[in-house]
Every structure is written in C-alpha cells, then in structure tokens.
C-alpha cells in the first residue's frame, strides 16, 4: 500500500509557476515509477510527467520546456514545476505511483490547478 498526499496547487495568472508537491507514505525507493496526471471534468485523466526508480523522467509535448518532474529520495517526494502556465493547464492534478507484485496504481486525492488568462 502506498498512500499518496498532493499539495502546491491554487490559482495563478497565465505565465506564472506552481510547484506541485507528492509525498509517498514510505520509501520511493521500491515505488517502481511515480508520475503526474490532470483531469478536466467531462475529460480522461491524461499523463503529464513520469519519473522511474531510477530517475529517468519525461513529460508529455504539450508541456515539454514548462514542466519539470523531479524527486527528492530522502523526503519521499515528487515534485512537478510547472513554469510559463496556460490557461489550458486548469486541471485537477493527481499524483501516481506504480508499485508492487502484480503491480498496482495508487492515487492522491488531486489538487486544484487553476490559470487564469
């Protein structure tokens, strides 16, 4: 079980930056790979940004050059910097992590992400 806790959202002027914060209940170490995804009410949740155990990272075209997915293995935290904001960027953000035999996905609660033009 991992439980997954996101913070870091709220409401920004186009052209500014949030960073998003996702803290794992326990060592992201044996999280096999963590990433970030957005949804828009009436839409699919899609994938923004991923980042393996081993550190390797890449995020969606449309957001390629603004977002940045890193992590902070000592504190158990993903963090996504999100820079040059869209009005298409509103969304609630969820945090992901993929971890265990079978391998299983685990969601936080999501966290308001609102641009404004």
């Known amino acids: 079980q991992v439980q997954l806790v996101e913070s870091g959202g709220g409401l920004v002027q186009a052209g500014g930056s949030l960073r998003l914060s996702c803290v794992a209940s326990?060592?992201?170490?044996?999280?096999?790979?963590m990433g970030w995804y957005r949804q828009v009410l009436g839409k699919q949740r899609e994938l923004v940004a991923a980042?393996?155990?081993?550190?390797?990272?890449n995020v969606v075209d449309s957001v390629k050059g603004r977002f940045t997915i890193t992590r902070d293995n000592a504190k158990n935290t993903v963090y996504l910097q999100m820079n040059s904001l869209k009005p298409e960027d509103t969304a609630v953000y969820y945090c992901?992590?993929?971890?265990?035999?079978?391998?299983?996905?685990?969601w936080g609660q999501g966290t308001q992400v609102t641009v404004s033009s």
């Open positions: 980042i393996t155990r081993t550190g390797s990272a």
């Open positions: 326990r060592s992201i170490f044996s999280i096999n790979a």
């Open positions: 992901n992590a993929k971890a265990g035999v079978p391998m299983n996905n685990y």
